[in-house]
């Protein structure tokens, strides 16, 4: 599941049409038309916690210009993203 922007998005199918609107909106952008030369992301914090006793999940935290919380689940020697939240700051 993710939830972007405060809508909730399930199953993976929606999740992948989500993300390539976003992608495709973003690709709409040129330099000319945005009001700054330079971007940089600046985490401001991470934190993370174990999310279960018996599989070694991740819950993970971050917060900048774009927050994000997320989970972690092992799969086969690497991890996948189970839970996805992101929300843009835009003050």
Not at 37 to 62: F, I, N, R
Request: glycine letters at 6%; proline letters at 8%; a negative charge.
């Amino acid at each position: 599941m993710l939830t972007f922007e405060g809508t909730p998005i399930q199953g993976a199918a929606a999740i992948v049409e989500t993300r390539a609107r976003i992608v495709h909106a973003t690709e709409l952008l040129t330099p000319q038309s945005l009001p700054f030369q330079k971007v940089q992301h600046k985490v401001t914090t991470l934190d993370a916690q174990p999310s279960s006793p018996s599989v070694a999940s991740l819950l993970v935290s971050v917060t900048g210009f774009w927050p994000q919380v997320f989970q972690l689940i092992p799969e086969g020697g690497t991890y996948y993203v189970y839970n996805d939240i992101f929300r843009l700051n835009y003050g």
